[in-house]
């Protein structure tokens, strides 16, 4: 049985930082590629960051310089640093693994950026 569970998220005053974290089990966590996604109230659901079984990452423009993501093979967990964090970030955050046409997703986590 394969699970992704999100941790870390929570409320945060602009200009805070965050670490989302996301636990795997039940897959070779090494092989496969990682990414957070995020959605806000009414607006559909949008890749944050990536990064592939390699190393490599990439990042939506709107988080560029902000965020990053990186991944412990050894701890099965990938996690996403969200520094300067504004207003327009909050949204539910998703844990996404994927290889060879398999997609998992987590339950989510909460991050609220607010004054």
């Known amino acids: 049985q394969v699970q992704l569970v999100e941790s870390g998220g929570g409320l945060v005053q602009p200009g805070g930082s965050l670490r989302l974290s996301c636990a795997a089990s039940?897959?070779?966590?090494?092989?496969?590629?990682e990414a957070w996604y995020r959605q806000a109230p009414g607006k559909q659901r949008e890749l944050v960051a990536a990064?592939?079984?390699?190393?490599?990452?990439n990042y939506v423009d709107s988080v560029k310089g902000r965020f990053t993501i990186s991944r412990d093979n050894a701890k099965n967990t990938v996690y996403l640093q969200m520094n300067s964090l504004k207003p327009e970030d909050t949204a539910v955050y998703y844990c996404?693994?994927?290889?060879?046409?398999?997609?998992?997703w987590g339950q989510g986590t909460q991050v609220t950026v607010s004054s």
């Open positions: 039940g897959i070779i966590f090494s092989i496969y590629h």
């Open positions: 990064i592939t079984s390699g190393g490599n990452t």
């Open positions: 996404n693994a994927f290889w060879g046409g398999n997609h998992y």
